[in-house]
């Protein structure tokens, strides 16, 4: 970034010079006009006029570029922001509760939960008469 200052105001010292060289050179041809003046002294006013030309232009391109990487520096610096405000939002958030169970659902475990078991003596002889006894899946070996 300070290169960049610095760039900028380098440039801005040579803009105000080739401003004063135009001024000064306008004053000289509003004195002497055009007519009186030397064939080498409109030569040389016509480099000075391109070289005023070609540090206008390259002055306009520098500019452009040291803005565009102005701009960028800025979406960096936003997205950095924005970045760390969100993950301060996503901190200072309660985490999420389990959601209830759906009615139904909860519905359906209670039934089997309170259906009643019948304690069988003998598995075999229940199985052979043709008692078959429910069994709850989600009851432990000492529920049995």
Known sequence: MRSLASNVQNELSQELKLQELQD???KVQEKAGMETLSPELKQSMDELRQAAQSLKTG?????ESVASELQKAKELTD?????????QNKASQPPESESDPDPEYAAKMAAVVDEPTKPSLNNDSDQQNGVTEKKNPNQTESEK
Do not use: P, R
């Open 59 to 63: 002055y306009h391109s520098t500019t």
């Open 24 to 26: 000064t050179l306008k």
């Open 79 to 87: 997205n950095y922001d924005n970045a760390v405000k969100d993950a």
